[in-house]
């Protein structure tokens, strides 16, 4: 069973516009990451937050996370039609031995041109 | 080649044979994962490779699936006696070996079984 929970499922929004997606877990981790998947196939990672951090910025991404709340946030800002997308949250638990990913449901990104 | 590479890219089989899907991981990775993405199930951990070892299988739904790892590089994944439900998308991914460090993921090979 999946231990993370995404929401929304779905995003349909228009270029220009940002996206925000949320992500929530149950165990305690050693670092979340933020992977992107196109047409079913191969995900793309986009950013690594570790448990002690509470915020991180790549490019056009930003990252939140909230342990006490269990739970993460991506943004996608300025998007654009190229970021449409499924978007997952995988965990890596804290005693989970060899830090196999747990992933979340994903949530489907529609950018609009 | 710099990323994660995975071989066939597709494959079609029929009910009851047995398939060999391969890894290649990025050089230098320690770690080796086999994940499977089903519409179902959504993305689930099947094994665990750290070296030539498998420390951790407990993601594999039956004996008819196993995995091996040699020279601490390429990973098979075989599947013995197919069933329909094993139709799927098998993603691997490898890293260096750390807590923190990234898993990087191939582009999948979708497995149908007619």
């Known amino acids: 069973s999946q231990q993370g929970e995404e929401d929304p499922q779905a995003l349909s929004i228009q270029e220009g516009e940002n996206a925000t997606m949320n992500c929530s877990y149950k165990?305690?981790?050693?670092?979340l990451q933020w992977y992107r998947q196109n047409s079913g196939r191969g995900l793309v990672h986009l950013i690594l937050?570790?448990?002690?951090?509470r915020e991180k910025h790549s490019g056009r991404l930003r990252v939140t996370l909230d342990t006490s709340k269990k739970s993460s946030s991506l943004l996608i800002t300025a998007s654009r039609a190229a970021d449409t997308a499924s978007y997952f949250c995988?965990?890596?638990?804290?005693?989970?031995?060899?830090?196999?990913?747990?992933f979340g449901e994903g949530t489907q990104l529609t950018v609009n041109p | 080649g710099a990323g994660v590479s995975q071989s066939p890219s597709n494959k079609v089989t029929e009910k009851g044979k047995d398939v060999e899907l391969r890894c290649d991981p990025i050089?230098?990775?320690?770690?080796l994962y086999w994940y499977r993405q089903s519409l179902g199930q959504g993305l689930e951990f099947l094994i665990y490779?750290?070296?030539?070892?498998?420390?951790?299988k407990s993601g594999l739904p039956s004996d008819r699936f196993s995995a091996e790892r040699t020279g601490g590089s390429v990973s098979t994944l075989t599947i013995q006696r197919t069933q329909q439900e094993d139709s799927a998308v098998y993603l691997c991914?490898?890293?260096?070996?750390?807590?923190?460090?990234?898993?990087?993921f191939g582009p999948g090979t979708r497995l149908t079984v007619l």
């Open positions: 991914a490898s890293k260096r070996g750390g807590i923190a460090d990234t898993q990087y």
């Open positions: 165990t305690s981790i050693n670092n």
């Open positions: 937050i570790r448990s002690n951090e």
């Open positions: 995988a965990t890596d638990g804290v005693g989970i031995g060899g830090s196999r990913l747990t």
């Open positions: 050089s230098g990775h320690t770690a």
């Open positions: 490779f750290q070296g030539n070892s498998a420390p951790d």
